[in-house]
Nanobody, 125 residues
Framework: QVQLVESGGGSVQAGGSLRLFCQAS?????MGWFRQPPGKEREGVAQ???????KYADSVKGRFTISQDNAKNTLYLQMNNLKPEDTAVYYC??????????????????????WGQGTQVTVSS
């Protein structure tokens, strides 16, 4: 049973920055950040695989950076130039499916079988 614990959320004004952290209890083929805005469905934000290949949602490209420290089993999401539309609960997720690797070109949250409890990010205008 993999456990994921997020931290680093909070409130910030538009244009500000936040860094999210996810502590994992084990390695995975892929790690990802997802978010669920108020009243909307969960969506993918960024993903990184065990080859350190990354992919991002178009809405965050150039503003967010996903990275990982394998020695610490920690996943990060650096969020810069935050916008009010980035307001959401952010979730860390882990995948043990080889098909999650960026090279396969999939964009399927169902590939991720383990999820954290979420951390709130609120961006005010």
């Amino acid at each position: 049973q993999v456990q994921l614990v997020e931290s680093g959320g909070g409130s910030v004004q538009a244009g500000g920055s936040l860094r999210l952290f996810c502590q994992a209890s084990a390695d995975a083929y892929c790690m990802g950040w997802f978010r669920q805005p108020p009243g909307k469905e969960r969506e993918g934000v960024a993903q990184i695989d065990d080859y350190d290949r990354t992919k991002y949602a178009d809405s965050v490209k150039g503003r967010f950076t996903i990275s990982q420290d394998n020695a610490k089993n920690t996943l990060y999401l650096q969020m810069n130039n935050l916008k009010p539309e980035d307001t959401a609960v952010y979730y860390c997720a882990a995948s043990y499916s080889l098909l999650c690797r960026v090279a396969y070109g999939r964009n399927n949250p169902g590939d991720f079988g383990y999820w954290g409890q979420g951390t709130q990010v609120t961006v005010s205008s």
